[in-house]
């Protein structure tokens, strides 16, 4: 793992906290998370097209859009619900808890994806240091959420 791709990484996931709370706060103002959805991934989107003319990608043949296995194309449609869910609660709960809550159930997952090799990623066994890594988090989340 290069140090550029770990940095890339950080910065992904300090960027989640600001999403969070850029996201609650439209809702907070329109009052409609349904619209602050939409609007957010029409941002999302805007921002994608602008990155596309930049990069100027070819459209993907139909064999590799064919390719893909039917659950690949659900990703889009799967993160409605963390956004939702951030543009909800992410205030409510405050930055610290609501990434931290995030982050330990995403990495409890992850842990359980890997053990099993599930939707593409390779097998990396659920070991007690990873179970323990991940029970630390937990441990972790519970003593901010206690001060």
């Given amino acids: 793992m290069t140090l550029l791709i770990l940095l890339i990484a950080i910065a992904a996931g300090a960027a989640n906290p600001f999403q969070a709370g850029s996201n609650a706060e439209l809702n907070k103002d329109l009052g409609q998370p349904l619209w602050a959805g939409i609007i ?3 941002s999302g989107l805007l921002g994608v097209l602008c990155l596309q003319l930049f990069f100027r990608q070819p459209f993907p ?4 859009l064919a390719a893909a296995p039917a659950w ?3 990703g889009g449609l799967i993160s409605i619900l963390p956004t ?3 543009l909800s ?3 409510r709960l405050g930055a610290g808890i609501f990434t931290g ?3 330990s159930a995403a990495l409890a997952t992850s842990i359980a994806l890997d053990h099993f090799a599930l939707i593409g ?3 990396h066994a659920a070991s007690p240091a990873r179970i323990a890594g991940c029970a630390l988090m937990i441990v972790g989340l519970w003593i901010i959420a206690r001060t």
């Fill in 121 to 123: 990623f390779r097998q």
């Fill in 89 to 91: 609660l992410a205030q």
């Fill in 40 to 42: 957010v991934y029409a």
């Fill in 72 to 74: 690949a194309w659900f």
């Fill in 84 to 86: 939702l869910v951030g």
């Fill in 101 to 103: 809550v995030s982050v």
């Fill in 61 to 64: 043949t139909h064999a590799k």
